[in-house]
């Protein structure tokens, strides 16, 4: 009884070490910017 459990919970523990870094990695890439660009907006006219 013992020993099935165990071989699952060595299973779901490799897949969440290496799936959790592969999707925070793919929401890093994915994430879009907080504020849009304001394509208007020149630094150079307000200094």
Known sequence: MIQP??????????????????????????RRATTPRNADFHWEEYR
Do not use: D, E, G, K
């Not at 459990?5 to 890439?29: E, G, M, S």
């Open 5 to 30: 459990l165990r071989r699952a919970h060595r299973w779901i523990w490799l897949a969440l070490a290496v799936l959790l870094p592969l999707l925070f990695t793919a929401a890093l890439v994915a």
